[in-house]
């Protein structure tokens, strides 16, 4: 038992000086966090993973319009706003004519959002300019995305499945920059 506990007790030692040497060996900037952002963040990263494979489902299904959906609700600029109308059973009219005001109102400050760019309600606030420019990368890709998808006619032809699929790629590679540039570090 003893013997068992050693063992079990230097395995965990050994793992917990691996993990900081990969950390340490990490060349991805840092972005500390307090633990109460960082587990929001987190799940916010999972749902943009769950968001994209609702994505690709869709389009497997040739849906475009609901690829188109899940992009403009659920990945643009305000999309907290967006969903929480959704579930509240707004139109997609209603949404897009909230969206439509909130872009007025970002381009009436100057393009900056909230009270300033990363001083609105999202995460930017936690975070670096360049990781800020970055997550405005991802948000438009998203948009531009859905507008691409909704464009397509039925049937559609292999042309809309390449500018469909580019367009993904332009919100996929929003999500790999990122990932290539940092790492989060969720205090304890």
Same mark, same amino acid.
Request: some cysteine; charged content about 25%.
């Given at each position: 038992?003893?013997?068992?506990?050693?063992?079990?007790?230097?395995?965990?030692?050994?793992?917990? *000086? /691996?993990? /900081?040497?990969?950390?340490?060996?990490?060349?991805? *900037?840092?972005?500390?966090? +307090? +633990?109460?952002?960082?587990?929001?963040?987190?799940?916010?990263? %999972?749902?943009?993973?769950?968001?994209?494979?609702?994505?690709?489902?869709?389009?497997?299904?040739?849906? =475009?319009? #609901?690829?188109?959906?899940?992009?403009?609700?659920?990945?643009?600029?305000?999309?907290?706003?967006?969903?929480?109308?959704?579930?509240?059973?707004?139109? #997609?009219?209603?949404?897009?004519?909230?969206?439509?005001?909130?872009? /007025?109102?970002? &381009?009436? %400050?100057?393009?900056?959002?909230?009270?300033?760019?990363?001083?609105?309600?999202?995460?930017?606030?936690?975070?670096?300019?360049?990781?800020?420019?970055?997550?405005?990368?991802?948000?438009?890709?998203?948009?531009? =995305?859905? /507008? *691409?998808?909704?464009?397509?006619?039925?049937?559609?032809? +292999?042309?809309?499945? %390449?500018?469909?699929?580019?367009?993904?790629?332009?919100?996929?590679?929003?999500?790999?920059?990122?990932?290539?540039? =940092? %790492?989060? &570090?969720?205090?304890?």
């Amino acid at each position: 038992m003893l013997r068992g506990l050693c063992i079990l007790i230097l395995a965990a030692g050994f793992m917990a *000086t /691996q993990n /900081q040497g990969l950390a340490d060996d990490d060349p991805r *900037t840092a972005l500390p966090l +307090p +633990p109460e952002v960082g587990a929001g963040f987190l799940a916010e990263m %999972r749902t943009h993973m769950a968001n994209l494979d609702d994505i690709v489902a869709a389009l497997a299904e040739d849906d =475009f319009e #609901e690829a188109a959906r899940v992009a403009d609700i659920r990945m643009t600029f305000g999309h907290h706003r967006w969903i929480r109308m959704a579930e509240d059973g707004a139109s #997609e009219e209603e949404i897009a004519s909230a969206k439509t005001r909130f872009k /007025q109102r970002h &381009e009436s %400050r100057g393009g900056q959002r909230g009270g300033g760019m990363g001083m609105g309600s999202g995460f930017g606030r936690d975070m670096p300019e360049d990781f800020r420019a970055m997550g405005a990368s991802l948000h438009e890709a998203a948009e531009s =995305f859905a /507008q *691409t998808a909704r464009s397509v006619a039925t049937p559609a032809m +292999p042309g809309d499945y %390449r500018a469909v699929f580019g367009a993904l790629q332009e919100v996929t590679n929003s999500c790999r920059a990122c990932h290539d540039a =940092f %790492r989060i &570090e969720v205090s304890k």
